[in-house]
């Protein structure tokens, strides 16, 4: 199992990125899924998270902001980001939680991250 994440870039403040993150190999059933970030010089937070039945989550800090959504078909996750800061700088990191084949207990998984940066 593998999670690839996209979508990150630089952007100017008030803009607008969308992240995807697909979870690619075969795995017998996918949990929730989520987004973290690692601003530099920081500890990695939670930015939101969106459960298989579709409950969400968010920081405070991104609400009204950013939203997250899924494709449980396709097992991809998406953030979209509007009207990012110059705060918002980061390396976003992909999370799902699923069990990888019958039997065996659930486990995080992580995509390698992508940078995102908000000029002002």
């Known amino acids: 199992v593998q999670l690839q994440a996209s979508g990150g870039g630089l952007v100017q403040a008030g803009g607008s990125l969308r992240l995807s993150c697909v979870v690619s190999?075969?795995?017998?059933?996918?949990?929730?899924m989520g987004w973290y970030r690692q601003p530099p010089g920081k500890q990695r937070e939670l930015v939101a998270t969106?459960?298989?039945?579709?409950?969400?989550n968010y920081a405070s800090s991104v609400k009204g902001r950013f939203t997250i959504s899924r494709d449980n078909a396709k097992n991809t996750q998406y953030l979209q980001m509007d009207n990012l800061r110059p705060e918002d700088t980061a390396v976003y990191y992909c999370?799902?939680?699923?069990?990888?084949?019958?039997?065996?207990?659930?486990?995080?998984?992580w995509g390698e991250g992508t940078q995102v940066t908000v000029s002002s």
């Open positions: 969106i459960t298989s039945g579709g409950q969400i």
């Open positions: 190999g075969y795995l017998f059933q996918l949990n929730d």
């Open positions: 999370n799902a939680n699923l069990i990888p084949s019958f039997g065996s207990r659930p486990r995080d998984y």
